[in-house]
Nanobody
């Protein structure tokens, strides 16, 4: 029943900025980590950025210094601030989360995915 909903994608010019949001909802016991992936046409899905429950972050080399991942624990929401965008950033961006749920006294940790949001960087 866990659901991830992304928003904030769209068309932006090179050098511009965009902020993506992803809100998790459902029967959540805890969120252990939240991540952003992206997939361009003809390429495999690749990790862009991640953040853990203790606010440790990591980034792909291609976006370091330009993208910033953050979270709002009270809202179960993760953000990706994207600055200095380049045409090669064009892709479908997917939110994912490692979430623990509780069912009949058992705790289960799963990797959930959002539907994706299109980001296009073009003049």
């Amino acid at each position: 029943q866990v659901q991830l909903v992304e928003s904030g994608g769209g068309l932006v010019q090179p050098g511009g900025s965009l902020r993506l949001s992803c809100a998790a909802s459902g029967s959540i016991f805890s969120i252990n980590g939240m991540l952003w992936y992206r997939q361009a046409p003809g390429k495999e899905r690749a990790l862009v950025a991640g953040i853990t429950s203790d606010d440790s972050t990591n980034y792909a080399d291609s976006v370091k210094g330009r993208f910033t991942i953050s979270r709002d624990s009270a809202k179960n929401t993760v953000y990706l601030q994207m600055n200095s965008l380049k045409p090669e950033d064009t892709a479908i961006y997917y939110c994912s989360a490692i979430i623990t749920t509780r069912k009949i006294g058992a705790y289960v940790r799963n990797h959930y995915w959002g539907q994706g949001t299109q980001v296009t960087v073009s003049s």
